[in-house]
């Protein structure tokens, strides 16, 4: 059973690019959530989302940042217009169900020239 | 805001000694998780602890919540280079999303051989 596949596990953008993040949960799971670990800081939520829906975005910044889990395919984290400050590792993570156990994949490092 | 802040944030140690990283908060959390990390790679959760004064072992690790849930401590007997990692604790907000997670600020552990 593959865990939590993230891709690409390295992207570099210039500013002003687009940056587009894949997570496909482990088989089964419903429930995937974006994290993303700036330097020198710990991991900070993003969003959280249900197969087609956003359930809780209260940590996605106002401007620039999307995410979506379509019925088909993986979960998308999208970046706009990318900035210098945008460069961090992003991990997702999925669960089988809300109050279970969290895999996380092992992230996409992103880093803006 | 809600804060976990982790001491110490680097510790060196022989192997075969022990050792304890702690994580605090003035917040209250409905249950506290502990995850390692290795370069490069995506947390792994170790345990969850849910009720106050609850105490869990895996193997040489004793975890602790306090009573009061707002912190908790890792211990480590008889360390080996295995262990060498990032430790994160998280807690999980109340009255928020499961697995809404805030993260400590991590302490890095390298046992030397």
């Known amino acids: 059973n593959a865990g939590v596949m993230q891709n690409p596990r390295h992207l570099v953008r210039r500013r002003g690019q687009e940056a587009r993040l894949r997570c496909s949960p482990m088989?089964?799971?419903?429930?995937v959530y974006w994290y993303r670990q700036l330097p020198e800081e710990g991991l900070k939520f993003m969003v959280y989302?249900?197969?087609?829906?956003?359930?809780?975005e209260s940590g996605m910044p106002k401007e620039r940042f999307s995410a979506e889990f379509p019925k088909e395919g993986p979960s998308i984290l999208r970046i706009q217009q990318v900035v210098r400050g945008d460069s961090a590792a992003y991990f997702c993570a999925s669960s089988r169900q809300l109050n279970e156990k969290l895999f996380f994949g092992s992230g996409t490092q992103l880093s803006v020239l | 805001t809600q804060l976990l802040k982790q001491s110490p944030q680097f510790l060196s140690i022989q192997e075969g000694e022990n050792l304890t990283v702690y994580c605090n908060s003035s917040?209250?959390?409905?249950?506290l998780q502990w995850y390692r990390q290795e370069p490069g790679e995506g947390p792994v959760l170790l345990v969850t602890?849910?009720?106050?004064?609850e105490v869990k072992k895996l193997k040489r690790l004793t975890f602790q919540f306090g009573d009061a849930r707002k912190d908790s401590s890792l211990h480590i007997t008889a360390a080996q280079p295995g262990d060498t990692g990032l430790y994160l604790c998280a807690g999980e907000v109340q009255g928020g999303a499961t697995n809404k997670l805030i993260f400590g600020t991590g302490t890095l552990l390298a046992v030397q051989p």
């Open positions: 602890v849910v009720t106050g004064g």
């Open positions: 989302l249900q197969k087609e829906n956003i359930i809780d």
């Open positions: 917040s209250v959390f409905s249950s």
């Open positions: 088989k089964g799971h419903s429930h």
